[in-house]
């Protein structure tokens, strides 16, 4: 039995549309990276009652203030129980993970904001004296 065999090749930017024509509830997902807006060091920020978003990029950190893992160590419960009296005063309030490529803007900041503590001791020696 001889018989021919036919072989066509479909190149790779193709494949998505195919597979689009196919299953339409299957379309790749599409991504839009764009950095959440924030407030540079010459602009004011106007504070309302309204809602308030707390962005991070430890996501252990992130949930733990979420309650959704708790915290072991004593010393986090101690400061997370301090930042939730805080914050009862707005109830509108949400904790939101950012990717670390997103995080510059807060870098920036919190490098310029550690320079201006008391006698230029890093933020660290002096936390207590901040959050008591």
Known sequence: MLGT??????????????????????????????????????????????????????????????????????????LRHRAMEKLRSRPKHEFLHMKRDWNESADRLAREALPQEKGGAPWYETRNERIS
């Open 5 to 78: 065999l036919s072989v066509s090749v479909t190149p790779l930017k193709d494949v998505g549309e195919v597979r689009i024509a196919i299953a339409p509830r299957k379309q790749p997902r599409q991504t839009i990276s764009m950095p959440p807006p924030t407030v540079e060091a010459d602009e004011n920020l106007l504070m309302t009652k309204g809602r308030v978003i707390f962005c991070g990029d430890s996501n252990l950190v992130i949930r733990q203030m979420r309650g959704e893992i708790d915290c072991e160590a004593p010393g986090l419960q101690l």
